[in-house]
Nanobody, 118 residues
C-alpha cells in the first residue's frame, strides 16, 4: 500500500503562485510515475502533470492548459513530489490530487483545494 498526503493548497489571486506537495509513504519502492490531477466542480478529473521514475529519466508531461506555468518535480530523499504553479488563473480553481502508479495499481491522495480569485 502507498499513502499519499497533499498539502499547499489555498486561496490566491489571479497571477499568483502556489506550490503543492505530495508526500508518499508505505510501499514506495517500485513507484514508476507520479501524477497531479485536478477536478473542478461539475467537471471530470483531469491529468495536470506527470513525472516518471528516476530510472525512466524523470521525464515530465503537462496538460496543454498548464504548460509554461506549472512545473512538476520530485525529491526522492523526501519521498515528495511538488507542483509549482505560477501565473494562476481562475480556471485553475479545483481540488488537486496526487496519484502514484505502482505495479499496475494506482493510489490517490485526498486532495488539496486551490482557489484562484479574479
Amino acid at each position: 500500500q502507498v499513502q499519499l498526503v497533499e498539502s499547499g493548497g489555498g486561496l490566491v489571486q489571479a497571477g499568483g503562485s502556489l506550490r503543492l506537495s505530495c508526500v508518499a509513504s508505505g510501499s514506495i519502492s517500485g513507484i514508476y510515475a507520479m501524477d497531479w490531477y485536478r477536478q473542478a466542480p461539475g467537471k471530470e478529473r483531469e491529468l495536470v502533470a506527470r513525472i516518471a521514475s528516476v530510472a525512466s529519466g524523470s521525464s515530465t508531461n503537462y496538460a496543454d492548459s498548464v504548460k509554461g506555468r506549472f512545473t512538476i518535480s520530485r525529491d526522492n530523499a523526501k519521498n515528495t513530489v511538488y507542483l509549482q504553479m505560477n501565473s494562476l488563473k481562475p480556471e485553475d480553481t479545483a481540488v488537486y490530487y496526487c496519484k502514484a502508479n505502482r505495479f499496475g495499481a494506482v493510489y490517490w491522495g485526498r486532495g488539496t483545494q486551490v482557489t484562484v480569485s479574479s
